[in-house]
Structure formats: structure tokens, C-alpha cells
């Protein structure tokens, strides 16, 4: 079966850590949201339909996806199982939306895993570009064409007024939503976050995180993306996306800058700290590993680390949760068995690539 | 987006919060949410609860927005009424954009700092559809001119070309007056 290898615990292109500016900005997404003209939204519509508009779209793409270079995978949602569900949206392939749908509902996936098409999410059609690093303009690019080359086959739900018809209001107009995920550690230790949350809103720009126990985002990772949909062009939303989040990087690496200055031995202690648990311990819980990797990427940064390679770091961002976890160790996982099972996984990928493991026992 | 606390300031946070065992997406300005101490933001997922904030808004329905046309709108394609559209926040279909329209603009300018028309990309075969109509639009300003200027014989010529034009728009002969 083809589609194996979508399930499989590499890295897809966009953690490969390439790509300007990625010490900072980890990965960049552009979605579009479209939906087709002759049939109702998924809200509304029948199975039958559903069926048909699925039809539609995956025979465009698997005829033509070659126009542009890509070979699309078609998978249909249920024919999957839960942990193979899991392990898509846990790459960032699929939404859980996708996997709770009441109706038929497929993805298209690109071999590289940069482009993936949602079919019957909350919109017919949910186009995906992943890329690495800070590349709003490529991603968008990529996004672009793809939608170029279905609307040329398919009839777009579109109005002169109101612009590409979605389900949701928040998501009417250019149906884009185009983010950045940014490792922010220094802004955050410094709570100069907090003073850039409100100018990033000005510009119709919202600020996410994964808050874990305390008031810092889990990881240090904040996802910046646009609100706007409607008003401005594409152009003009990528362009301030870009503008703001050129100047948060500017003033993440001013804040490294500073805290490397005024309290070395400190973040140093705290970074090597970091490095020996990922490296060394036996029970890893999901909040620690966040912030351990946030720590050893900063090190990093800094120059403090330098035989870790960021990339696998990257990818256990993505490979210690829970679904993998469970294919990593090929058996149900009780939460306390996951953090064994974390551990374990941690200590194998990072001694293995180039840690001196000082007597590390592998078993 | 105005904060769901505050109602003032526009909301720069969306957080998760635990509410009775329930997860609920809030929307909040950024002094609101340092005010929060559960502050739990939302990652993956799509931005907001919208229903919730469509209910906030308008917590009675459409009597609020329109207290004059009590009678219930209705997508006459779905069938979803603009009480459902509130409820659950999305959309049945196309049509609902022509079904709700009297009360749309208002809510788009909530959601997207006051602006209510697309700017953006137009899919090809709109493309030229918009532009004929563009023209249209520009040759009849024109023909208004001419007629104000008593030059009855040019707007008798831009009246033809809008006739070429329109007809070109509806696929067919149309016929004139
Ligand atoms: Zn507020
Ligand atoms: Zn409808």
C-alpha cells in the first residue's frame, strides 16, 4: 500500500529545518478555504453529495496534480484506522475536524507532504502548503498554482462582493489563512511578549500558543497568523504577516542577545540541564519535553550546543506525541506508558545522532 | 474581533479555557488575557467558537439586528434559516450569502476590522465576467454624459456597445430598451 509511507515516523519536508530565518521561524502555512458552486456546504449537503464532491475534486487533482509537478496520494478518511487518523493530524496533514466529519471526507497528499487538500472539512475544499522555515511568499506561491489549476476544472463558489464563498464568516473573502510558528524563548523570559501581543492585533493578526501550567506558552512556540479575510488582497496580508513577523524575530534575537550578555552561566546551566534530561531520562511527560527542546534549540542558537542537529529536534516535536508514541512502541499506551515510551524515543534519536552518550544504555 | 470580556478593545488572544468539564474558545484583548490566569490558548484548531460570539452579539437572534422584519430568513437552496446560521455560525450554502444579506455586513465588519468587500485574487472565469461588467458600468456613466450633453448619436453608439457587452455576459442575444 502506497499510502504507508505517509504514516511512517520521517520527517516531511517542512521539518527539515531549511528555509530563512529558521532558528526562529520554525515553519509557515497558507490555507485556502474554497467550495464549489453546484453543491451545498458540508454543513448542509447529503452524503450523496459529499460522495460526488469528492469525486470532483480528487479526479482533478489526480489527473492533472502532474501539471504541476506533484503526484497526489488520495486517501479516503474512512478507510483508515484511528491510530493512522491520529498520526495525520498529528504531522499537521488533517484537522481533527477531518476525522470527526459525520460525512465522506478525504485527503490529497503531495509525496513530499507539503501540499495536502482537505476534502469535505467544514469547506469543500481546504488547499494546505507546508513549508520550512519563514516562507510565506514560496508557500503561498505553491498554494496559489494549485488553486489556479482546480478552479480552471472545477466551479468556485465566488461573489463579486463577498469573494470566495466559505462556510464559516471568519473565512469569507480571499478563504486565506497564512501563519508562522515562532520559537520565541528570549521574548518570553524576558515578558517582552506580552508587549507585542497588542500591536500584532492592530494589524488583524492573531497570536497563538499552547498554554501549559504557568503563563508562558508551552515550548516557547507561538503560531502568528492573519484574522483578515476580507479588505485587503492576498498580497497585502502576506505582506504584513512578513513585516511583523520580520520585527518579532529582530526583537527575539535582540533579546538572546541580552540574555546571553547578562546572565551566561545561568541560561547556560539551564540549557546543558535541558540537553541531559532529553538525553538521559527515563520518564518524559509532554510538558517537559516542550520545554527541554525549547531550552536545547536556544543552546543551539547560541552556539552553546553544537552536535545536536536542529532537524530532529523538529521531528520529535512531532513524533513524541501520543499516537506515534503508540506506533513507536506497537501497543496501546497508558499516559504513564507514553512517558516511557517519550523518553525512550528521546534517547534513542539524539544519542544515536552524535551526543556523546557517556555510557548511555540504549535498552 | 472585539474581546468577548471587555467588549472594547478588538481580542488579540484566543484562549482555551475549561469551563464545567467543556473546552471553550474565548477571544480576548491582551488585557483581559494577562488578567487570566487559566490561560490555556488554542493551537490547531480554527480560530473561534463562532457561534458563541454570533450569540454574544446578537443575543436575541435577529430581532436585534433587524427589530423591524420579524419573519424569519430562510436560504431557500439549504433551508437553513438565519436563526440555525447564528446558532451553529456557519453558512449551508452559497445561496445563504443572497438569503442573509441584509444583516451580513454587519456582522463581516465584526470579524474583519470593519471591511466587508474582497480585494483579493478572482478565479479566471469571473475574471472577465467582472471585467465586461466593469466596462459596462463605465460605458453607461459615459452614455449619461452624453445624454446630459444632448450628443444623442454617441449615446445611441455607447447604448450598443452596452447591448454587445451584455449580451456577451448572458451568454446570448439580449434584447435592447
Ligand atoms: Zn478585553
Ligand atoms: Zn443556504
Redesign the pocket.
Same mark, same amino acid.
Given at each position: 500500500m502506497a499510502v504507508e509511507r505517509f504514516f511512517q515516523p520521517h520527517a516531511s519536508s517542512w521539518m527539515t529545518n531549511d528555509g530563512k530565518n529558521v532558528d526562529i521561524a520554525m515553519s509557515t502555512r497558507i490555507r485556502l478555504a474554497r467550495n464549489l458552486n453546484n453543491f451545498?456546504f458540508p454543513y448542509?449537503f447529503t452524503e450523496d453529495e459529499a460522495l460526488k464532491v469528492d469525486k470532483e475534486i480528487s479526479s482533478v487533482l489526480l489527473d492533472k496534480g502532474n501539471e504541476l509537478d506533484y503526484t497526489f496520494s488520495h486517501i479516503s478518511i474512512e478507510e483508515l484506522a484511528e491510530l493512522q487518523k491520529e498520526i495525520l493530524v498529528e504531522k499537521h496533514l488533517i484537522s481533527p475536524y477531518l476525522i470527526n466529519s459525520h460525512h465522506s471526507g478525504s485527503v490529497l497528499l503531495s509525496d513530499n507532504e507539503e501540499l495536502s487538500i482537505m476534502v469535505n472539512e467544514e469547506d469543500h475544499l481546504r488547499i494546505q502548503s507546508l513549508q520550512s522555515g519563514f516562507q510565506l511568499q514560496q508557500a503561498y506561491k505553491i498554494a496559489n498554482e494549485l488553486d489556479s489549476l482546480l478552479e480552471k476544472n472545477l466551479s468556485y463558489a465566488f461573489h463579486e462582493k463577498h469573494g470566495y464563498l466559505t462556510s464559516c464568516p471568519t473565512n469569507v473573502g480571499t478563504g486565506m489563512r497564512a501563519s508562522v510558528m515562532l520559537h520565541l524563548p528570549a521574548l518570553t523570559m524576558s515578558h517582552q511578549i506580552q508587549r507585542i501581543i497588542p500591536a500584532i492585533s492592530r494589524l488583524g493578526m492573531v497570536v497563538r500558543g499552547i498554554y501549559g501550567e504557568g503563563s508562558e506558552a508551552l515550548g516557547n512556540v507561538y503560531q502568528i497568523s492573519n484574522q483578515l479575510t476580507l479588505g485587503k488582497s492576498e498580497y497585502e496580508i502576506l505582506q504584513d504577516l512578513e513585516n511583523m513577523t520580520e520585527q518579532i524575530i529582530q526583537q527575539e534575537r535582540r533579546a538572546r542577545e541580552a540574555i546571553a550578555l547578562n546572565s551566561p552561566v545561568v541560561i547556560e546551566d539551564r540549557i546543558y540541564r535541558s540537553l541531559g534530561v532529553l538525553t538521559h531520562s527515563r520518564l518524559l511527560t509532554t510538558e517537559e519535553a516542550a520545554t527541554c527542546l525549547s531550552d536545547v534549540r536556544l543552546g543551539i542558537d547560541l552556539k552553546m550546543i553544537q552536535d545536536v542537529d536542529m532537524s530532529i529536534l523538529n521531528e520529535l516535536m512531532i513524533f513524541m506525541q501520543p499516537a506515534f508514541l503508540q506506533q513507536y512502541a506497537d501497543k496501546p499506551l497508558q499516559p504513564k506508558e507514553r512517558d516511557f515510551a517519550r523518553a525512550k524515543l528521546f534517547r534513542e534519536r539524539l544519542n544515536r545522532n552524535g551526543i556523546n552518550s557517556e555510557g548511555e544504555d540504549l535498552a | 474581533m472585539i474581546c468577548d470580556q471587555c467588549g472594547e478593545r478588538s481580542a488579540s488572544v484566543i484562549v482555551k479555557q475549561q469551563q464545567q468539564g467543556q473546552i471553550v474558545e474565548v477571544n480576548l484583548c491582551h488585557i483581559c488575557a494577562a488578567e487570566n490566569h487559566s490561560i490555556n490558548i488554542a493551537f490547531e484548531q480554527d480560530p473561534l467558537a463562532i457561534h458563541q460570539l454570533l450569540s454574544n452579539w446578537f443575543p436575541n437572534s435577529q430581532a436585534s439586528i433587524n427589530p423591524v422584519r420579524k419573519e424569519v430568513a430562510t =436560504?431557500p /437552496? =439549504?433551508g +437553513?434559516t438565519f436563526s440555525k446560521f447564528l446558532r451553529i455560525g456557519k +453558512?449551508?450554502?452559497s /445561496? =445563504?450569502y443572497d438569503?442573509f444579506s441584509p444583516q451580513l455586513n454587519e456582522i463581516f465588519k465584526r470579524f474583519h476590522n470593519g471591511n466587508t468587500e474582497h480585494n483579493g485574487k478572482i478565479p479566471a472565469s469571473y475574471g472577465t465576467t467582472l471585467k465586461i461588467k466593469k466596462e459596462i458600468e463605465e460605458l453607461r456613466k459615459q452614455m449619461q454624459i452624453s445624454i446630459q450633453g444632448e450628443n444623442f448619436e454617441e449615446a445611441a453608439r455607447l447604448r450598443d456597445e452596452v447591448k454587445v457587452l451584455s449580451a456577451k455576459l448572458e451568454g446570448g442575444i439580449q434584447d435592447g430598451s
Amino acid at each position: 500500500m502506497a499510502v504507508e509511507r505517509f504514516f511512517q515516523p520521517h520527517a516531511s519536508s517542512w521539518m527539515t529545518n531549511d528555509g530563512k530565518n529558521v532558528d526562529i521561524a520554525m515553519s509557515t502555512r497558507i490555507r485556502l478555504a474554497r467550495n464549489l458552486n453546484n453543491f451545498k456546504f458540508p454543513y448542509a449537503f447529503t452524503e450523496d453529495e459529499a460522495l460526488k464532491v469528492d469525486k470532483e475534486i480528487s479526479s482533478v487533482l489526480l489527473d492533472k496534480g502532474n501539471e504541476l509537478d506533484y503526484t497526489f496520494s488520495h486517501i479516503s478518511i474512512e478507510e483508515l484506522a484511528e491510530l493512522q487518523k491520529e498520526i495525520l493530524v498529528e504531522k499537521h496533514l488533517i484537522s481533527p475536524y477531518l476525522i470527526n466529519s459525520h460525512h465522506s471526507g478525504s485527503v490529497l497528499l503531495s509525496d513530499n507532504e507539503e501540499l495536502s487538500i482537505m476534502v469535505n472539512e467544514e469547506d469543500h475544499l481546504r488547499i494546505q502548503s507546508l513549508q520550512s522555515g519563514f516562507q510565506l511568499q514560496q508557500a503561498y506561491k505553491i498554494a496559489n498554482e494549485l488553486d489556479s489549476l482546480l478552479e480552471k476544472n472545477l466551479s468556485y463558489a465566488f461573489h463579486e462582493k463577498h469573494g470566495y464563498l466559505t462556510s464559516c464568516p471568519t473565512n469569507v473573502g480571499t478563504g486565506m489563512r497564512a501563519s508562522v510558528m515562532l520559537h520565541l524563548p528570549a521574548l518570553t523570559m524576558s515578558h517582552q511578549i506580552q508587549r507585542i501581543i497588542p500591536a500584532i492585533s492592530r494589524l488583524g493578526m492573531v497570536v497563538r500558543g499552547i498554554y501549559g501550567e504557568g503563563s508562558e506558552a508551552l515550548g516557547n512556540v507561538y503560531q502568528i497568523s492573519n484574522q483578515l479575510t476580507l479588505g485587503k488582497s492576498e498580497y497585502e496580508i502576506l505582506q504584513d504577516l512578513e513585516n511583523m513577523t520580520e520585527q518579532i524575530i529582530q526583537q527575539e534575537r535582540r533579546a538572546r542577545e541580552a540574555i546571553a550578555l547578562n546572565s551566561p552561566v545561568v541560561i547556560e546551566d539551564r540549557i546543558y540541564r535541558s540537553l541531559g534530561v532529553l538525553t538521559h531520562s527515563r520518564l518524559l511527560t509532554t510538558e517537559e519535553a516542550a520545554t527541554c527542546l525549547s531550552d536545547v534549540r536556544l543552546g543551539i542558537d547560541l552556539k552553546m550546543i553544537q552536535d545536536v542537529d536542529m532537524s530532529i529536534l523538529n521531528e520529535l516535536m512531532i513524533f513524541m506525541q501520543p499516537a506515534f508514541l503508540q506506533q513507536y512502541a506497537d501497543k496501546p499506551l497508558q499516559p504513564k506508558e507514553r512517558d516511557f515510551a517519550r523518553a525512550k524515543l528521546f534517547r534513542e534519536r539524539l544519542n544515536r545522532n552524535g551526543i556523546n552518550s557517556e555510557g548511555e544504555d540504549l535498552a | 474581533m472585539i474581546c468577548d470580556q471587555c467588549g472594547e478593545r478588538s481580542a488579540s488572544v484566543i484562549v482555551k479555557q475549561q469551563q464545567q468539564g467543556q473546552i471553550v474558545e474565548v477571544n480576548l484583548c491582551h488585557i483581559c488575557a494577562a488578567e487570566n490566569h487559566s490561560i490555556n490558548i488554542a493551537f490547531e484548531q480554527d480560530p473561534l467558537a463562532i457561534h458563541q460570539l454570533l450569540s454574544n452579539w446578537f443575543p436575541n437572534s435577529q430581532a436585534s439586528i433587524n427589530p423591524v422584519r420579524k419573519e424569519v430568513a430562510t =436560504c431557500p /437552496s =439549504c433551508g +437553513f434559516t438565519f436563526s440555525k446560521f447564528l446558532r451553529i455560525g456557519k +453558512f449551508g450554502c452559497s /445561496s =445563504c450569502y443572497d438569503a442573509f444579506s441584509p444583516q451580513l455586513n454587519e456582522i463581516f465588519k465584526r470579524f474583519h476590522n470593519g471591511n466587508t468587500e474582497h480585494n483579493g485574487k478572482i478565479p479566471a472565469s469571473y475574471g472577465t465576467t467582472l471585467k465586461i461588467k466593469k466596462e459596462i458600468e463605465e460605458l453607461r456613466k459615459q452614455m449619461q454624459i452624453s445624454i446630459q450633453g444632448e450628443n444623442f448619436e454617441e449615446a445611441a453608439r455607447l447604448r450598443d456597445e452596452v447591448k454587445v457587452l451584455s449580451a456577451k455576459l448572458e451568454g446570448g442575444i439580449q434584447d435592447g430598451s
